[in-house]
């Protein structure tokens, strides 16, 4: 009896399945008290007054991703300042929504302190796999130390031939398209609108201007991140082409890619290796060439170094591969090799999807502005017939142009960070709280979230004037060269700050009143800014000078007519003609025409 009741009494223990299923749901009860109750309650962001709005289970999240809500969120910020409160999801986990200068600087300044969500990084991720947006901390202080060794100005002056190169390539296509109406290419499909003079249409081409970027700065980044020619602007239906092709088809819109599925298989990854989505698929056509072709590249780059042998190249998985093989090198400093093919990775997505998008709108812009274009046209022309790293920045107009490009087209609409600990957020301009007292700093607890809309910071009517939405490079000329009225910025008390003295302000800084904002030109956040800055961003300014310094030395750039492009965004901000997107995809069409002196 006594050995049957020590057997028994352990499995007495165990509880019943009622008693499982009751315990189960205490356990949601007491976590949904916690999450949706006690942490609100307790929250120190409820003296921070709350924007209307965001009502619903998805609160103001919907609002924020709008690419056509700026003048809502001007409203707001008139209201309430430039730090606020927002509602997240079902209702709880609020954040701050900020374009306060000070605030925006200290978040992106303590990185260790404020990094992407996790969801956020496995949405980039699924795309740029373990390279450098998507790491934080000590891998990315090891990633970015390596990276950053390709950008140097000996390094930009050898990448600028090559963009000089695929400029001239581009420029060749566009003439032969104009000169023969029979001729075919991916990028000049589309037939010339009805009506117009004679003269308009003569010699005159449609080009899809983002799919032109995207081919010309895939080709780029193929030589400089991995020493391969892609050639898919010269030879769409090559081997390179195909890759393209493929490339760009996992960036369309589809089943998984948005919506409640690519929610789930963002928190859920393993899901898509059972079930695999349309997305899925898509995403591992456009990826595992491109993986196995920088493999195959390492490996051969590994037995060149074993080897002794002498390698001339100098593209980014070249140089990745002999810092990694240094003997001063210690094992914890070097890249792993999933973050080597998270590099390229990176470089693909993040550096041909942005500047393209940046080429495409730059020249929407000029087309949207003839006499800007002719300004901008008669500079390129009176400089010279070439364009290099050494002196692109001695054109002026065409710097301010881009500038102001960069400034009302940012390639992302925000980004967000989340506080790892406790911590006190400075601000530039006191806000006042929902007791009606005012702060120059708000507590922010670990966990939640500080949201940074970098397209509203970038055309704030608060920080730019009136013209805050106007595409205005003259905004970036010094005072009495055409400055706009947005050359005065005004502190919290409505006191005019001093104007920077133009002398001591250094070429590329912003001349229009004030020089102390965040982002590489001051108050422009398109680069983001700190130590998570883009670390390629000097590249993809030369690319866009030397590129449109091409283009519109060349040709006559209009909209095309009854055209309304919208935006949309994938994993940067994409281009599409209203009612298109399903089956155009992302598409920026404009007429050219090559250019006439007469003209």
């Known amino acids: ?344 990775a990176t470089f693909m997505f993040a550096g041909s999807d942005t500047t393209a998008n940046a080429l495409a709108y730059t020249m929407l812009c000029l087309a949207e502005n003839a006499e800007i274009q002719d300004r901008l046209r008669k500079e390129c022309l009176e400089y010279g017939d070439a364009l290099t790293y050494d002196n692109m920045d001695e054109l002026v107009y065409l710097d301010a142009v881009i500038k102001e490009t960069l400034r009302v087209n940012p390639s992302i609409p925000g980004t967000i960070r989340e506080a790892v600990k406790d911590d006190v957020i400075p601000l530039a301009e006191p806000i006042t709280l929902v007791d009606g007292t005012t702060t120059s700093s708000i507590q922010i607890r670990k966990g939640q979230f500080v949201h940074m809309p970098i397209e509203m910071l970038n055309m704030a009517p608060s920080i730019w004037g009136p013209t805050a939405y106007t595409f205005d490079p003259s905004r970036w000329l010094d005072a009495g060269a055409g400055s706009t009225a947005s050359s005065l910025r005004l502190g919290p008390d409505g006191v005019p700050l001093s104007p920077v003295d133009k002398k001591a302000v250094p070429h590329g800084a912003v001349a229009n009143g004030f020089n102390d904002g965040p982002g590489v030109w001051p108050n422009v956040m398109t680069f983001i800014d700190g130590p998570r800055r883009c670390v390629a961003y000097k590249l993809a300014i030369m690319e866009l000078k030397l590129i449109v310094f091409m283009l519109v030395r060349h040709f006559v750039w209009r909209e095309f007519p009854g055209a309304r492009i919208y935006k949309w965004n994938m994993f940067s901000t994409r281009p599409y003609v209203a009612g298109s997107l399903i089956d155009g995809g992302s598409q920026l069409p404009l007429i050219v025409t090559p250019y006439k002196p007469e003209q």
């Open 1 to 344: 009896m006594v050995a049957f009741s020590a057997l028994a009494s352990p499995l007495a223990l165990v509880p019943s399945i009622k008693q499982a299923l009751l315990l189960a749901l205490a356990y949601v009860v007491v976590r949904a008290l916690h999450y949706f109750v006690y942490r609100p309650l307790t929250s120190p962001l409820r003296r921070v007054q709350r924007s209307y709005g965001g009502t619903g289970p998805l609160g103001h999240s919907l609002e924020i991703s709008s690419y056509y809500m700026q003048q809502e969120w001007d409203r707001r910020v008139e209201t309430y300042g430039k730090t606020f409160r927002l509602n997240g999801p079902l209702y709880c986990n609020e954040r701050v929504y900020t374009i306060d200068a000070r605030a925006v600087a200290h978040v992106l300044a303590n990185h260790y302190d404020y990094v992407k969500p996790e969801m956020l990084r496995k949405a980039i991720q699924r795309y740029m796999r373990e390279g450098l947006i998507g790491a934080e901390g000590d891998r990315h202080r090891v990633q970015r130390k390596v990276v950053a060794r390709v950008f140097s100005a000996n390094g930009l002056r050898d990448m600028g031939a090559t963009v000089a190169a695929k400029a001239e390539q581009l420029r060749e296509l566009l003439a032969g398209l104009c000169a023969d109406s029979t001729a075919t290419h991916p990028i000049g499909a589309a037939p010339l609108p009805e009506g117009g003079s004679a003269d308009q249409h003569e010699h005159a081409r449609v080009v899809d201007m983002f799919g032109a970027g995207m081919r010309i700065t895939y080709d780029i980044v193929g030589e400089i991140a991995l020493g391969h020619e892609f050639n898919a602007l010269g030879d769409p239906h090559g081997e390179g082409g195909h890759m393209f092709e493929a490339y760009e088809h996992g960036q369309t819109l589809c089943q998984g890619s948005v919506g409640f599925r690519g929610l789930l298989t963002i928190m859920y990854p393993w899901i898509d290796k059972v079930w695999p989505s349309e997305n899925a698929r898509r995403v591992a056509a456009a990826m595992d060439p491109l993986d196995r072709l920088a493999k195959q590249l390492v490996k051969d780059r590994k037995q060149a170094f074993a080897e002794g042998k002498d390698v001339e190249q100098r593209d980014v998985l070249t140089l990745m591969v002999r810092a990694n093989m240094a003997d001063d090198v210690a094992p914890d400093r070097r890249l792993r090799e999933g973050e080597v093919w998270g590099q390229l």
